[in-house]
């Protein structure tokens, strides 16, 4: 019974006990019986402690759960989340009255939830979610689970109401219901006596509302101050949208109502909800004018509205071709809307029936990313102001009334990828600038009167991606656009009238002579003493002659690293006679593949922005001064270097070598994470770097981390349309070896797991203090292999002894020395077993870096009360 219990015990995660062992993650195991702890009641207090809490977090176990589980009566705490757990929830869990807290999301389970389960009045944390759970709630849940202070049971297919004792939990913080059967009211009690309530969530349910009574619930949620989220979309809501939405606490940060019947007009009360980061109201009924008040919401980031029936009163319309269009009323934008400088990630106002002129004022929104304001009666011209939403990525201004040309300062969006400006009024010649915008994925200008010829480079080449039918004065252009050829008649009417212009403007000739003077003297000036401010524009325009003399003449003392396709200088740009320390990265034009590099470099770094990126300032394509095509990019200088630097050649810090210690590299590698998550989730397509590795990674002044080198980066969506990757060689490259996914060898296209492999190496190397190269390992053993056989019987051995070492101080006891070195080796050991689950061998068992991110911070959380 001992042996077994003892084999047992190095099968579960014991929290609270500090000197206990985890066993090594196992791929794809049924999940220890616990029939042999059916006594431990008896037991020791040591054993009685150990078995306060079963944790067994993404270890890929199949099969049911025991239900000698149920035995352990002392269990405090049960977590089997992340596996592939089936079956029902065993009926013995009714049995632990001392539980706490129950994790079993993200398995397989099955079944409806055992009756005994309620019995739990000592529960206060219950997470289901993301399994196939069914049956209904018991009405009196309420009061059987006093202290439940979350509850979460999103992605199941539970079905029947929502208690209305839900209203009796006192304590309840979180209620999250996504994406299940539910239906009838939501209780209007709830959050009557639910001070503590901060997030309700019923998305993606069968609720219904049909009267103001059962609107009720808003008003009870207005009691509770610390609400910071209530979603209530894809139901089957009716009615009245009431105006205690905007009685709700300011803290508010997300509203949702998407996808219902909802009707009614949004309160002019919105505007107290000074907090809200994302208003979703879009598909639904709602009418009226938009609130002037929404420009109260400073703090607003998305806000979509799309398809609605937002309406006022405007004079009758019609089209240019003299067709009739029948008053209705509408109601132009309130400018206020763009006054909200902090809405970046979109702004969606599309099929309503907003009507007058597009306000300048959308130029204060420098920071978005999406703007759809498509299917509205808009008119007027698009307003130059348009150019100052420099992280513009995507912009819908189609179905509208809008008239003149298409204006310069739309050249100015240099992350632009789709342009749509479809059935409009605008006319004019297609501007040639939108040929030399090297982003643009999608462009539609058909059903305008737009005339002349069509430009035929860039984005106007690809006959699939450009539209520009309805116009028909259009002519020239690609042969795959079916255009019919412009006439020489046109060509001599337009020399005729040039002809006459110059003709008629002869008796001014002294003046624009005279002026052209003056402007040539005034450049002169200009260039000689450069005044413009890095901060009045967002990429500040460089030349080769300035990089060079940044970098006197890209002189080998400036030299900071040699990559695959190029070398990376530091240098200094003066601005505004101030001096700017930048890093500039030269590409090697000789290299195969350099030219791809840049390209891909430059499409992934212009949309995005996160703080564990490396921030591009500019970019420089252009020539040097014997003539050859010069390629470069400049970068934000981090003054601490790179991370294979700080690990293998340990900087000096006056004069001393430097190295990371645990809680450095803990956080470093948090940094890495959060900036792959980040890419791997990134809209509307997820970016794979390709390259991750410690000479990749850049330290800033405060240690944080910063991904750099995206020349191998690829958009998801690229891998499947450009088939000229493959037979040049360059989808073939994928990353540095020891770091790249075994798959890829294999010929498999690239994917975020490829990422996750990378970043588990990495992870290993940093606490092992070995490169994945490392000859000690042979050609059959790889870093993988050397970690996961070490632990945990042989951890000592394989971690990095400079995080051992730093322990001891002359002041410390060989007692306090022994005890720090345990509680090291425990954390080290954790984070050595993410790495682990990122580096297994096929791609579908790699842990996601989102949860391999959380249960980083989660280990930095665990031991941060103790000294690292």
């Given at each position: 019974?001992?042996?077994?219990?003892?084999?047992?015990?190095?099968?579960?995660?014991?929290?609270?006990?500090?000197?206990?062992?985890?066993?090594?993650?196992?791929?794809?195991?049924?999940?220890?019986?616990?029939?042999?702890?059916?006594?431990?009641?008896?037991?020791?207090?040591?054993?009685?402690?150990?078995?306060?809490?079963?944790?067994?977090?993404?270890?890929?176990?199949?099969?049911?759960?025991?239900?000698?589980?149920?035995?352990?009566?002392?269990?405090?705490?049960?977590?089997?989340?992340?596996?592939?757990?089936?079956?029902?929830?065993?009926?013995s869990?009714?049995?632990?009255?001392?539980?706490?807290?129950?994790?079993?999301?993200n398995?397989?389970?099955?079944?409806s939830?055992?009756?005994?389960?309620?019995?739990?009045?000592?529960?206060?944390?219950?997470?289901?979610?993301?399994?196939n759970?069914?049956?209904?709630?018991?009405?009196?849940?309420?009061?059987?689970?006093?202290?439940?202070?979350?509850?979460?049971?999103?992605?199941?297919?539970?079905?029947?109401?929502?208690?209305?004792?839900?209203?009796?939990?006192?304590?309840?913080q979180?209620?999250?219901?996504?994406?299940?059967?539910?239906?009838?009211?939501?209780?209007?009690?709830?959050?009557?006596?639910?001070?503590?309530?901060?997030?309700?969530?019923?998305?993606?349910?069968?609720?219904?509302?049909?009267?103001?009574a059962?609107?009720?619930?808003?008003?009870?949620?207005?009691n509770?101050?610390?609400?910071?989220?209530?979603?209530?979309?894809?139901?089957?809501?009716?009615?009245?949208?009431?105006?205690?939405?905007?009685?709700?606490?300011?803290?508010?940060?997300?509203?949702?109502?998407?996808?219902?019947?909802?009707?009614?007009?949004?309160?002019?009360?919105?505007?107290?909800?000074?907090?809200?980061?994302?208003?979703?109201?879009?598909?639904?009924?709602?009418?009226?004018?938009?609130?002037?008040?929404?420009?109260?919401?400073?703090?607003?980031?998305?806000?979509?509205?799309?398809?609605?029936?937002?309406?006022?009163?405007?004079?009758?319309?019609?089209?240019?071709?003299?067709?009739?269009?029948?008053?209705?009323?509408?109601?132009?934008?309130?400018?206020?809307?763009?006054?909200?400088?902090?809405?970046?990630s979109?702004?969606?106002?599309?099929?309503?029936?907003?009507?007058?002129?597009?306000p300048?004022?959308?130029?204060?929104?420098?920071?978005?990313?999406e703007?759809?304001?498509?299917?509205n009666?808009?008119?007027?011209?698009?307003?130059?102001?348009?150019?100052?939403?420099?992280?513009?990525?995507?912009?819908?201004?189609?179905?509208?009334?809008?008239?003149?040309?298409?204006?310069?300062?739309?050249?100015?969006?240099?992350?632009?990828?789709?342009?749509?400006?479809?059935?409009?009024?605008?006319?004019?010649?297609?501007?040639?600038?939108?040929?030399?915008?090297?982003?643009?994925?999608?462009?539609?200008?058909?059903?305008?009167?737009?005339?002349?010829?069509?430009?035929?480079?860039?984005?106007?080449?690809?006959?699939?991606?450009?539209?520009?039918?309805?116009?028909?004065?259009?002519?020239?252009?690609?042969?795959?656009?079916?255009?019919?050829?412009?006439?020489?008649?046109?060509?001599?009417?337009?020399?005729?009238?040039?002809?006459?212009?110059?003709?008629?403007?002869?008796?001014?000739?002294?003046?624009?002579?005279?002026?052209?003077?003056?402007?040539?003297?005034?450049?002169?000036?200009?260039?000689?003493?450069?005044?413009?401010?890095?901060?009045?524009?967002?990429?500040?325009?460089?030349?080769?002659?300035?990089?060079?003399?940044?970098?006197?003449?890209?002189?080998?003392?400036?030299?900071?690293?040699?990559?695959s396709?190029?070398?990376?200088?530091?240098?200094?740009?003066?601005?505004?006679?101030?001096?700017?320390?930048?890093?500039?990265?030269?590409?090697?034009?000789?290299?195969?593949?350099?030219?791809?590099?840049?390209d891909?470099?430059?499409?992934?770094?212009?949309c995005?922005?996160?703080?564990?990126?490396?921030?591009?300032?500019?970019?420089?394509?252009?020539?040097?001064?014997?003539?050859?095509?010069?390629?470069?990019?400049?970068?934000?200088?981090l003054?601490?270097?790179?991370?294979?630097?700080?690990?293998?050649?340990?900087?000096?810090?006056?004069?001393?070598?430097?190295?990371?210690?645990?809680?450095?590299?803990?956080?470093?590698?948090?940094?890495?994470?959060?900036a792959?998550?980040?890419?791997?989730?990134?809209?509307p397509?997820?970016?794979?770097?390709?390259?991750?590795?410690?000479?990749?990674?850049?330290?800033?002044?405060?240690?944080?981390?910063?991904?750099?080198?995206?020349?191998?980066?690829?958009?998801?969506?690229?891998?499947h349309?450009?088939?000229?990757?493959?037979?040049?060689?360059?989808?073939?490259?994928?990353?540095t070896?020891?770091?790249?996914?075994?798959?890829?060898?294999?010929?498999?296209?690239?994917?975020?797991?490829?990422?996750?492999?990378?970043?588990?190496?990495?992870?290993?190397?940093?606490?092992?203090?070995?490169?994945?190269?490392?000859?000690?390992?042979?050609?059959?053993?790889?870093?993988?292999?050397?970690?996961?056989?070490?632990?945990?019987?042989?951890?000592?051995?394989?971690i990095?002894?400079?995080?051992?070492?730093?322990?001891?101080?002359?002041?410390?006891?060989?007692?306090?020395?022994?005890?720090?070195?345990?509680?090291?080796?425990?954390?080290?050991?954790?984070?050595?077993?993410?790495?682990?689950?990122?580096?297994?061998?096929?791609?579908?068992d790699r842990?996601?870096?989102?949860?391999?991110?959380?249960?980083?911070?989660?280990?930095?959380?665990?031991?941060?009360?103790?000294q690292?």
């Amino acid at each position: 019974m001992a042996a077994l219990l003892e084999c047992f015990l190095l099968a579960v995660a014991v929290v609270l006990v500090a000197h206990s062992a985890a066993a090594p993650a196992a791929s794809r195991l049924p999940l220890p019986p616990a029939a042999a702890a059916g006594d431990v009641s008896a037991g020791s207090d040591s054993d009685r402690l150990a078995l306060m809490a079963f944790k067994k977090l993404s270890n890929g176990f199949v099969g049911c759960i025991p239900e000698s589980l149920g035995d352990l009566q002392f269990l405090e705490a049960i977590s089997l989340a992340d596996n592939k757990l089936r079956c029902r929830i065993p009926d013995s869990f009714g049995n632990l009255h001392e539980l706490v807290e129950l994790y079993l999301d993200n398995n397989e389970l099955e079944g409806s939830l055992p009756i005994s389960l309620f019995n739990l009045s000592s529960l206060e944390m219950l997470n289901i979610q993301d399994n196939n759970l069914t049956g209904v709630f018991p009405p009196d849940m309420g009061d059987r689970l006093p202290n439940l202070q979350q509850f979460l049971v999103s992605k199941n297919q539970f079905h029947g109401l929502i208690p209305p004792s839900l209203c009796n939990l006192s304590m309840i913080q979180v209620i999250q219901t996504v994406d299940n059967f539910l239906s009838g009211t939501i209780p209007q009690c709830l959050g009557r006596n639910q001070k503590m309530l901060s997030v309700v969530n019923f998305d993606g349910n069968q609720l219904e509302a049909t009267n103001d009574a059962d609107w009720g619930f808003l008003s009870s949620l207005t009691n509770c101050s610390n609400m910071i989220l209530i979603d209530v979309s894809i139901n089957k809501l009716q009615g009245v949208l009431p105006k205690a939405i905007g009685n709700m606490s300011t803290q508010l940060e997300y509203f949702g109502i998407t996808n219902n019947n909802i009707t009614g007009t949004i309160p002019e009360s919105i505007g107290n909800l000074v907090n809200l980061d994302e208003l979703d109201m879009e598909n639904n009924l709602l009418m009226g004018s938009l609130p002037a008040s929404l420009g109260n919401l400073k703090k607003l980031n998305r806000l979509s509205l799309s398809n609605n029936n937002f309406s006022g009163s405007i004079p009758q319309l019609s089209f240019r071709n003299g067709g009739p269009f029948l008053q209705q009323p509408f109601r132009p934008i309130p400018k206020e809307l763009f006054l909200i400088s902090t809405i970046s990630s979109f702004l969606y106002l599309a099929h309503n029936r907003l009507t007058g002129n597009l306000p300048s004022e959308v130029g204060n929104l420098k920071n978005l990313d999406e703007l759809d304001l498509s299917d509205n009666k808009i008119s007027g011209k698009i307003p130059t102001t348009i150019g100052e939403c420099q992280s513009l990525q995507y912009l819908n201004l189609s179905g509208n009334f809008l008239e003149g040309t298409i204006p310069p300062s739309l050249e100015q969006l240099r992350g632009l990828l789709v342009l749509d400006l479809s059935q409009n009024n605008l006319s004019g010649t297609i501007p040639r600038f939108l040929g030399s915008m090297t982003g643009l994925s999608t462009l539609n200008l058909s059903s305008n009167y737009f005339e002349g010829e069509v430009p035929k480079d860039g984005i106007f080449l690809n006959a699939t991606a450009t539209s520009v039918m309805g116009n028909n004065d259009l002519c020239g252009g690609a042969p795959q656009l079916k255009l019919p050829k412009c006439s020489n008649q046109t060509k001599h009417g337009l020399s005729s009238k040039i002809i006459i212009i110059i003709i008629a403007g002869s008796t001014i000739l002294f003046l624009i002579l005279f002026t052209c003077f003056a402007l040539r003297r005034r450049t002169k000036l200009r260039r000689a003493n450069p005044k413009i401010p890095l901060s009045d524009e967002q990429h500040m325009r460089v030349s080769y002659a300035q990089l060079s003399k940044a970098t006197n003449r890209f002189a080998s003392e400036n030299l900071i690293g040699v990559g695959s396709f190029g070398a990376v200088y530091k240098g200094r740009i003066g601005i505004s006679d101030q001096q700017m320390v930048v890093a500039v990265k030269v590409l090697n034009l000789q290299q195969a593949g350099a030219y791809r590099s840049f390209d891909a470099e430059c499409e992934a770094l212009r949309c995005i922005r996160h703080r564990n990126l490396v921030k591009i300032l500019t970019v420089c394509s252009g020539i040097d001064f014997q003539g050859s095509d010069f390629k470069a990019l400049v970068f934000e200088f981090l003054p601490n270097g790179n991370l294979d630097q700080w690990l293998h050649k340990h900087l000096e810090e006056e004069g001393e070598p430097k190295v990371l210690n645990l809680v450095e590299r803990l956080q470093i590698a948090i940094d890495v994470a959060s900036a792959l998550e980040y890419l791997h989730q990134h809209k509307p397509c997820p970016i794979v770097h390709c390259d991750l590795k410690p000479s990749n990674i850049l330290l800033d002044n405060d240690m944080v981390a910063h991904v750099g080198d995206f020349g191998l980066a690829r958009f998801l969506h690229q891998e499947h349309s450009n088939s000229s990757d493959k037979s040049t060689g360059w989808n073939a490259i994928r990353g540095t070896i020891g770091y790249v996914a075994p798959e890829y060898g294999l010929g498999n296209e690239v994917s975020i797991h490829g990422d996750v492999y990378s970043y588990g190496i990495l992870l290993l190397e940093m606490f092992t203090g070995k490169r994945p190269t490392n000859s000690e390992f042979g050609e059959v053993l790889t870093l993988h292999e050397y970690v996961e056989t070490a632990l945990p019987d042989q951890t000592t051995s394989v971690i990095d002894q400079d995080l051992l070492n730093a322990t001891w101080n002359s002041e410390g006891t060989a007692q306090k020395y022994h005890h720090i070195e345990e509680i090291r080796t425990e954390c080290i050991v954790s984070i050595l077993k993410v790495g682990i689950l990122c580096s297994k061998e096929i791609p579908t068992d790699r842990m996601q870096i989102g949860d391999a991110l959380r249960e980083l911070q989660a280990i930095r959380d665990r031991f941060d009360t103790h000294q690292l």
